[in-house]
């Protein structure tokens, strides 16, 4: 054994292996990179979504209806390649209309700036448009808010919009169509107060189809402002309970003999009176009691909302009889 460890085959060999292990910790990283790079070279399909679609025509005279506000494309080719397309989005689809004439047509939707790597599909991959004959003209914009909206006992007084009059720019054929040009005030919370807030104008067709047109500007500033109705009424108390035997309640009274009322008017207008309670079943003598005012239906609120009334009684509350000692 001796013999072998000093002979030079051994010494050879010991090298031969020191040498491969030196190799491959050297080149280690080169198989890394070369391992990443066919990794990357893979292929790998995907579909990016909500991509718009420019579209290319004379803009000044023509007017171009049908085009789709987005689209989706699928790509397909090396994996890093379509992971920088889908994150990057530096690519464009369009529709080249610049020598088509007026009338129907069904376009291709193309596509520019994508590596020439990549397999590209656009879904839909063709559009039906129609090129007219561009005109302009001048709505009045009709304000619109949801009265369910109103906060109880409110109701609207005014709902204004500004600019009053919009813009509008499509086909001559659509703008024959307009019966309705509206701008809808929409609110999150009851409104009890004027507000204000932006609009969407919608231009619509008698069947309240959306057309296709332009419209500028396109959102307008809603503004509603809202009335709380009021009304005096009469008071009116009446004793409620039994007060103790022996005694007998001669008169309620209220320091007042009128209240405020605030709601709606179809409300106000049927209402005359208020009739409240007073609860008499402990009272033993003359007493003046603070009565809470009541809110009902179709109103928001009263003034005052506490009344005073004087209760007035004759006789004294009767001892009960003394229990005998042993019973």
């Known amino acids: 054994m001796d013999k072998f460890v000093e002979s030079s085959w051994f010494v050879r060999i010991v090298a031969l292996f020191l040498a491969v292990l030196l190799y491959i910790s050297v080149n280690f990283d080169d198989f890394k990179l070369i391992q990443k790079a066919d990794n990357s070279s893979q292929e790998n399909s995907e579909v990016i979504t909500d991509i718009p679609v420019q579209a290319y025509y004379d803009t000044e ?136 807030g932006t609009a969407k104008v919608q231009v619509l067709d008698r069947e309240f189809n959306k057309l296709d047109v332009k419209v500028e500007p396109e959102t307008v500033q809603v503004s509603i402002s809202v009335k709380n109705p009021s009304k005096k009424i009469a008071l009116k108390v009446f004793p409620k309970g039994t007060p103790p035997k022996g005694v007998t309640v001669m008169s309620v009274k209220p320091e007042i003999d009128e209240i405020t009322i605030y709601g709606k008017e179809s409300v106000l207008k049927q209402m005359e009176q208020l009739v409240v309670p007073v609860e008499v079943h402990d009272i033993k003598k003359d007493t003046t009691l603070t009565v809470p005012i009541e809110v009902g239906e179709g109103l928001n609120f009263v003034s005052p909302q506490m009344v005073k009334v004087k209760v007035t009684v004759e006789g004294s509350p009767e001892s009960e009889p003394e229990k005998e000692s042993g019973e």
């Open 61 to 196: 005279n023509l007017f171009v209806s049908g085009m789709p506000d987005k689209v989706k494309v699928e790509v397909k080719g090396p994996k890093s390649i379509v992971e920088s397309t889908k994150r990057l989005r530096d690519f464009e689809l369009f529709v080249d209309l610049t020598n088509v004439s007026i009338g129907e047509h069904r376009v291709p939707i193309q596509h520019k700036q994508f590596s020439d790597k990549l397999e590209v599909i656009v879904h839909p991959e063709t559009v039906n448009v129609m090129i007219e004959e561009k005109v302009s003209d001048y709505f009045v914009v009709s304000p619109e808010f949801n009265d369910n909206m109103l906060a109880e006992g409110y109701q609207e007084e005014a709902v204004s919009v500004d600019p009053k009059r919009v813009k509008v720019t499509g086909s001559k054929a659509a703008l024959n169509r307009i019966v309705y040009v509206k701008a809808t005030l929409d609110v999150k919370e009851k409104v009890d107060k004027e507000t204000t």
